[in-house]
């Protein structure tokens, strides 16, 4: 069973940096796309970057410049540097990965979401 472990989130003050990880693990065959997710209180959730195996990175509009992903395939670890962030980017931010399952021998697309990890943005 594939799943994912988020890491990172925190308390930082308007301006600062933080840097989210998360690792997939299990009976992973392949990862066609990782990215990562946010939902702030009372919104919809919506997509901070994703990160493809082939093509282009995708960014909101509202990070780029300041965010930036990465991903490590012999880890299966996508990481989010967030830089100068903003009271309003406080959310929960969630992992996302397109994989292939080999369950013994036995292969499935899975679309999988971390659990979320808070970054509180605050003074």
């Known amino acids: 069973q594939v799943q994912l472990v988020e890491s990172g989130g925190g308390l930082v003050q308007p301006g600062g940096s933080l840097r989210l990880s998360c690792a997939a693990s299990?009976?992973?065959?392949?990862?066609?796309?990782m990215g990562w997710y946010r939902q702030a209180p009372g919104k919809q959730r919506e997509l901070v970057a994703n990160?493809?195996?082939?093509?282009?990175?995708n960014y909101a509009d509202s990070v780029k410049g300041r965010f930036t992903v990465s991903r490590d395939g012999a880890k299966n670890t996508v990481y989010l540097q967030m830089n100068s962030l903003k009271p309003e980017e406080t959310a929960v931010y969630y992992c996302?990965?397109?994989?292939?399952?080999?369950?013994?021998?036995?292969?499935?697309?899975?679309?999988?979401w971390g659990p979320g990890t808070l970054v509180t943005v605050s003074s």
């Open positions: 996302n990965a397109h994989t292939i399952e080999n369950e013994s021998g036995r292969y499935r697309y899975l679309e999988l």
């Open positions: 990160m493809p195996s082939l093509g282009s990175t």
């Open positions: 299990g009976s992973i065959f392949s990862i066609s796309a």
